[in-house]
T-cell receptor, first 114, second 112 residues
């Protein structure tokens, strides 16, 4: 079975540009999570969806960040405009029936904002 | 205000010996804990979990111990193998039961 698929794997762009990260969760999973990993703060939850509906976006750092899940098989995380401090590894994860079930992570997108 | 803390950034162990990775948490309401393992350039993968109604859970070479009074859990790997070299994250389910709170991770190096 295919796992969580994220694209692109690497993104390098200049400050001020729009960045879109993509995620395809495991088929049948009803929860989708976006995380950010930095040296300073470790793995932080940004937002999560249940049945395509955003439930908690309290981890989204500021209005420049937005996430959507238009259907059960696709989600995007967008940063507009991007800033150097957004440089991090962004992970998407999905699970069946919430946090008490193990989350399956994608391999991440390494984002560098110059 | 980190709610899940892994105070040792790194640990080095010889092959065949025991590896003990530690984790502390601050919120006594947390009732479920998980360990994830992460290799470079890959996402974290689930390793083992424990509910607060237990004090021990074992899966092969991996055992997690929970001390609720001390708000402390530990992951034991016996015997350690070079393939165990990875970053290990401790996580707790938040009070709402909806999401994971991760520690910053401990890098384990197992030498042969």
């Amino acid at each position: 079975d295919a796992g969580v698929i994220q694209s692109p794997r690497h993104e390098v762009t200049e400050m001020g540009q729009e960045v879109t990260l993509r995620c395809k969760p495991i088929s049948g999973h009803d929860y989708l999570f976006w995380y950010r990993q930095t040296m300073m703060r470790g793995l932080e939850l940004l937002i999560y969806f249940n049945n395509n509906v955003p439930i908690d976006d309290s981890g989204m750092p500021e209005d420049r960040f937005s996430a959507k899940m238009p259907n059960a098989s696709f989600s995007t995380l967008k940063i507009q405009p991007s800033e150097p401090r957004d440089s991090a590894v962004y992970f998407c994860a999905s699970s069946n029936q919430g946090a008490y079930q193990p989350q399956h992570f994608g391999d991440g997108t390494r984002l560098s904002i110059l | 205000d980190q709610q899940v803390k892994q105070n040792s950034p790194s640990l080095s162990v010889q092959e065949g010996r025991i590896s003990i990775l530690n984790c502390d948490y601050t919120n006594s309401m947390f009732d479920y804990f998980l360990w994830y393992k992460k290799y470079p350039a890959e996402g974290p993968t689930f390793l083992i979990s424990i509910s607060s109604i237990k004090d021990k859970n074992e899966d092969g070479r991996f055992t997690v111990f929970l001390n609720k009074s001390a708000k402390h859990l530990s992951l034991h790997i016996v015997p350690s193998q070079p393939g165990d070299s990875a970053v290990y994250f401790c996580a707790a389910i938040n009070q709402a039961g909806t999401a994971l709170i991760f520690g910053k991770g401990t890098t384990l190096s197992v030498s042969s």
